[in-house]
């Protein structure tokens, strides 16, 4: 694939300190004799430099850096099996603390998302599936919080933490009009804004790494990542565009992007984008990284994980059970080499992997004479450390 950007910013634009940002992208993603994936977009927001919010104390604007950030953003996605278009519009405050936490609430999000065009077999695909109401025109009302915390200084040499953590709830007051006021239902029972459903559910996401420093060249790296969306009352599955993936640069990367999971499900040598998502993620990763010479850095790493469905959705093994989850973790390993510009890193990481828990018993461990290197095997190719 291959994606690009250009971006316009202003960091003055009404003479008060306002920061102004437009920008236009494109990407196309490409798998040989399959298929082809063309998107692109825009996006534009202004930060004021302080809360517009009544009632704020002249001593938070003292204690705290501040902005209050509106954007819109619209984007159009071409695939063979469908074309999509989404278009959003939000408000969010932002503000640090002098103790290096930052702090975001998304006062208000909302993204209309629109399927002008579907074929008839992907319709059969998930006609009978959950998976048909993530690709459905819908509407998203949204609001949450986020925090994140470090200890990182200027001094990179000494261990460090970041934490990441928010929460999303999204619906809840559209389903209390919609209830109160008797509104029209489509004929899955969920209540339409107009003549489109609106999704509901609860997100939340905990990202941590610590990176322990041996000596300036080298360190050791660990990181944890969960996730768990739960649609209910208005609807049966969460959005696509909400769901999780697993496999690629950042995740466990003995798979490329969005092939590994949910569960034990095997998606057979077709690439299953649609399936192959769910609403609990885990990411456990452990990394060696040792600077080398000028520029160029070395890493080896060990990655596990995986994605799961809340419900059975079709994909033989993919629901999250208590007594099973641990049996369908995928393992893998690599190594990779790394650029590091201080302002950007540019990595390769060549990922192996070791269990693949979509295999029959017997066959999982990869490590038996059916190993093939191009079937078990991923590169990537990204920008900015994995974690």
Known sequence: GIAGKFQYSHNNIFKGGEQFKFQVRGANES???NRSIWEVGTEASIAFPT??????????????????????????QIRNEYSRMIAGLGMRYNWQTKNRI????????????YLPYISDNFKET?????????????????????ISVTNKKNESYKNFYNLRASAEIAGNILYGISHDTNANKDNNGSYLLGNIPFAQYAKADFDFSFTHTVDKKNSIVYHLGLGAGVPYLNSTILPFEKRYYAGGANSVRGWSARTLGPGSYNAGTTIDYMKQSGDIKLDLNLEYRTKLVWLLELAAFVDAGNIWTLKDEGQVGGQFKFNEFYEQI??????GIRLNFDYFVIRLDWGIKAYDPSLSEGEGWRFTP???LLRDTALHFAVGYPF
Request: no cysteine; charged share 15%.
């Open 51 to 76: 809360i517009l919010f009544p009632y704020v104390s002249k001593k938070f604007y003292q204690d705290y850096t501040s902005n209050t950030e509106l954007h819109v953003n619209y984007s159009f």
């Open 102 to 113: 930052n702090h975001t609430i998304s006062l208000i999000d909302l993204n209309y998302v």
């Open 370 to 372: 059916g190993w093939r």
């Open 126 to 146: 998930i006609n009978n599936s959950l998976l048909k109401y993530s690709y459905e025109d819908h509407f998203i009302m949204s609001a949450g919080y986020g």
């Open 31 to 33: 798998i040989i004799g």
């Open 330 to 335: 995928a393992l893998s390993y690599g190594i």
